[in-house]
């Protein structure tokens, strides 16, 4: 009798929850594919999009750049090691970029450096700590102060040629979703994957204990070095130490997987599967819980597609091979996840050289239920090993695929990106807890129930995503979406949208 009731109650529950889904018209996504592209602040590429919060009517204190001393900038310094990448043709130089007025300025404008969205920029930081020092308590206004490129920050492009500003015109674009945590690529990957920041574990006594970064008593800045320049127009600032730990053992600045592929090679005749251990770049293995094991609770099918991953796997990662990002791999990172296990085996895809294997399995119609893609380096379109224009044009493809998919009919598409990049962005992030929200990113919502031709001005951030899925199948809660959530409430900053906001569901 005991038996029967429970399995009455639980069996009720489901019924609940199923109606819940129903109710609120969830049930009709039956496939959740994510995009996740590089490194991209929304005014850097959507600052004149219509209806969207650009800069178009922005008055001079809502773009002007201070000193670090507080004071306004008499003009932008030069962008520090040139503002294209290296090798890049044609070069803008640190001489050219020199002397610019203290506003955005337009990458591709004919009248200014004319310079198309297909030749790379440089790279910029793009971390933890900086990333808040720029913010500024929320002015963003301290983005050249806090950089190491100079003007370069204040960058963005026309947008309005390219592939996926069709695509948002088309669908919808989000112009209030924002990073999931303060910092770079490998924080933020794993923000995606389980709403969590990785753990050291008692860093100060391990082979990572030179990492701990040197900040001030507010937590948020990092101690300026005695010989660092007073001045942004002197030079790029130095640091006590910049470290990729917290002092109290969170890796918030990018670490190596502890599993191969890793940009730790193996221990001298340990495992070849797995990273030295005893390197301080080498993140231990992280056990938190993640999206992936919530949804296998209930047995729903999900895989991240790596781009070129197999190719990793190999060793061909440089050369006429893609650039591939070890720290783009977030569940490469979980030990339950690790080599040889059977989680592993069918949840870490290879997507292929170009994404061929990830669009075989599209245009075959069998895709997991929750699919992630992240594609290759010089496809993701981050600066410094990667155009604008070469992840625009792969992303669309990979877009004009999944809209002649078999299972298009029922499925809910999201590009985002996975941080800012160090680029500046006007809009002040919500105030939240220790880790974030950050700065503001692209984000694209194609479905065939999207709001078609909107901008969907819902507060969001990579988070959102997670509360998507977690929604609709009716999962536990990830700890660290109510952390966030709790935090929001606090602060008194609003209620993070989980994406329904830009669908007709009903």
Known sequence: MKKLAT??????ALTTASA??????????????VIYAENRSFDNLYAAFPGAEGTTNLKPEEYQQLDRDGKVLAELPSSWGGLTAKGATPEITEEKSAHLPNKPFQIDAPDGFNLPASVATRDMWHRFYQEQMQIDGGKNDKFVAWADSGSAVMGYYDGSTTALWKVAQKYV????????????????HIMLACACVPIYPDAANSPAKDKLSVVEDDGVTLKVAPDSPASALQGPPKFVNDGTLTPDGFAVNTMAPPYQPSYVKPAPGGDPLYADRANGNTLPPQTQTNIGDELNTKNITWAWYGGAFGEALKGNVGGPAPIFQFHHQPFNYFANLAPGTPARAEHLRDGGMNGTSF????????LPTVTFYKPQGNLNQHPGYASEASGDAHIADVISHLEKSPQWKDMLVVVTYDENGGLWDHVAPPKADRWGPGNRVPTLIISPYAKMGTVDHTLYDTTSILRFITNRWQLP?????????DAMKANGTGTIGDLTGALNLQ
């Not at 399995?7 to 009720?12: M, P, S």
């Not at 674009?173 to 933020?188: E, P, V």
């Open 359 to 366: 669009i075989a399995d599209i245009d075959a119609g069998t």
């Open 7 to 12: 399995l009455f109650i639980a069996a009720t």
């Open 20 to 33: 819940f889904a129903q109710e609120a018209g969830l049930d009709k996504i039956k496939t959740v594919v």
């Open 477 to 485: 809660q990830l700890p660290g979406l109510k952390l966030r959530d």
């Open 173 to 188: 674009l989000a112009d209030h979703f924002f990073l999931g945590a303060f910092g770079g690529s490998f924080m933020n």
